[in-house]
């Protein structure tokens, strides 16, 4: 059974420009997850999707992040603009579904903002 | 205070050593606890879950978790170089939409 894809696995940006990660979950699982890893920190949860839905995005800065799931399958997170304070690994990670509590995680995307 | 504490290490000990990694969280209402294991540069890896109080035993890894002290804690048996990752401890409720809150992780080096 293939893993949870992620791409690209780096990003180097300057402040105030844009990026955009996509995350391909285990197939067959409906509910996919964007956290963010701050070096020295454990993830935190910026978003979660059951299908193509939104069901939680409370920790999400929306005003610079955003996140769609076409489908409910593929995903994509991007910032714009970015700030030096996103610098961190995005990790996406998948479940069967939001009753699962077994989540699986992709290798994740490292960024830094200069 | 964080809803989880973990004491960040880093924890060095020499290879066969018994390992003990542990959690402490303040919200009663989490039930679903995991461990992690993160290698450098790697995503988390799920290595142990248990639901409420008790033990868990897989291979050379214990889960325990003590719901009336708010503790939980994974031992690591015969510990080996491979071993050496960061270990993140993670909990939900039974409520709400599966959301995890993650300690900060242990890093943990076994030397040969």
């Known amino acids: 059974e293939a893993g949870v894809a992620q791409s690209p696995r780096y990003k180097i940006i300057e402040k105030r420009q844009s990026v955009a990660f996509w995350c391909n979950p285990i197939s067959g699982h409906a509910t996919l997850y964007w956290y963010q890893q701050i070096l020295g920190q454990g993830p935190k949860l910026l978003i979660q999707?059951?299908?193509?839905?939104?069901?939680?995005d409370s920790q999400l800065p929306k005003d610079r992040f955003s996140a769609e799931r076409l489908k409910g399958v593929d995903s994509t997170l991007k910032i714009q603009p970015a700030k030096l304070e996103d610098s961190a690994v995005y990790l996406c990670?998948?479940?069967?579904?939001?009753?699962?509590?077994?989540?699986?995680f992709g290798p994740g995307t490292r960024l830094t903002v200069t | 205070q964080k809803e989880v504490e973990q004491d960040p290490g880093p924890l060095s000990v020499p290879e066969g050593a018994i390992v003990s990694l542990n959690c402490t969280y303040s919200?009663?209402?989490?039930?679903?606890f995991m461990w992690y294991r993160q290698y450098s540069r790697k995503g988390p890896e799920l290595l142990m879950y248990?639901?409420?109080?008790g033990n868990k035993e897989d291979g050379r890894f214990t889960a325990q978790v003590d719901k009336s002290s708010k503790y939980i804690s994974l031992f690591i048996r015969d510990s080996q170089p491979s071993d050496s990752a960061t270990y993140l401890c993670?909990?939900?409720?039974?409520?709400?939409?599966?959301?995890?809150?993650f300690g900060a992780g242990t890093r943990l080096a076994v030397h040969p």
């Open positions: 990670a998948s479940s069967l579904d939001d009753r699962v509590r077994e989540q699986y």
């Open positions: 248990t639901y409420s109080s």
């Open positions: 919200n009663s209402a989490f039930q679903y």
């Open positions: 993670a909990m939900s409720s039974s409520g709400g939409y599966n959301k995890l809150i």
């Open positions: 999707f059951q299908n193509n839905g939104v069901v939680d």
